[in-house]
């Protein structure tokens, strides 16, 4: 069974950069069925989709975020992680990372994370 | 991008009782190969979402056969046919059609 699990720094300072991982276990992030994601979700607000990679070195991102965001994948760790520079009060979420298939016909984003926090505070 | 836009978004249910929520897509999300890529996803108090519905109408693994998923284009419901205790929290939709991924605004869910 494929589990994902966030970690991240917790707090950062408005304008600084925050790092986030997600380490997968019982699968592969080179798995050819998947996109890698990361959605967040604002205290109190829904579900946003920030982007995803796959492992031939694609990525997507959301518009709004693109300047800030950037995607990695490690695969001799099996993880992948996220970057986001400039950070403002508004970037202060709960982050998920989610495996969501390349082919539209298997299930959707069926495994998630347990998310981790970002505060951004001086 | 797509817009979804999700109806009602707060929805007092009664252990027991049928609940139904509507989620329309700013355009279809009926592909050529005849299935829509809609998900509905189901966050409870304080965990990650969990995937319900694929492609519409498909449960996911584990779900139990009291969510049921409908409708096609534009169009699209979630079905509760007995409320139980543990279905509350918010409900979300999510094409799968495109990228970027466009989410409900979310459907809260209280007994």
């Known amino acids: 069974q494929v589990h994902l699990q966030e970690s991240g720094p917790g707090l950062v300072k408005p304008s600084e950069t925050v790092s986030l991982t997600c380490a997968v276990s019982?699968?592969?992030?080179?798995?050819?069925?998947?996109?890698w994601s990361w959605i967040r979700q604002r205290p109190g607000k829904g579900l946003e989709w920030i982007g995803y990679i796959y492992h031939r070195g694609h990525t997507h991102y959301e518009a709004s975020l693109q300047s800030r965001v950037t995607m990695l994948m490690d695969t001799s760790k099996n993880q992948f992680s996220l970057k986001l520079s400039s950070v403002t009060a508004a970037d202060t979420a709960v982050y998920y990372c989610?495996?969501?298939?390349?082919?539209?016909?298997?299930?959707?984003?069926?495994?998630w994370g347990q998310g981790t926090t970002v505060t951004v505070s001086s | 991008d797509i817009v979804m836009t999700q109806s009602p978004l707060s929805l007092p249910v009664t252990h027991g009782e049928p609940a139904s929520i509507s989620c329309r897509s700013s355009q279809s999300l009926l592909y050529n190969n005849g299935h829509n890529y809609l998900d509905w996803y189901l966050q409870k108090p304080g965990q990650s979402p969990q995937l319900l519905i694929y492609?519409?109408?498909i449960r996911a693994s584990g779900v139990p056969d009291r969510f049921s998923g409908s409708g096609s284009g534009t169009d699209f419901t979630l079905k509760i046919s007995r409320v139980e205790a543990e279905d509350v929290g918010i409900y979300y939709c999510?094409?799968?059609?495109?990228?970027?991924?466009?989410f409900g605004q979310g459907t809260k869910v209280e007994i």
């Open positions: 999510m094409q799968a059609l495109e990228i970027p991924r466009t």
């Open positions: 019982g699968g592969s992030v080179s798995d050819d069925d998947y996109y």
């Open positions: 989610a495996r969501d298939p390349l082919s539209g016909l298997l299930p959707g984003m069926d495994v």
């Open positions: 492609l519409g109408s």
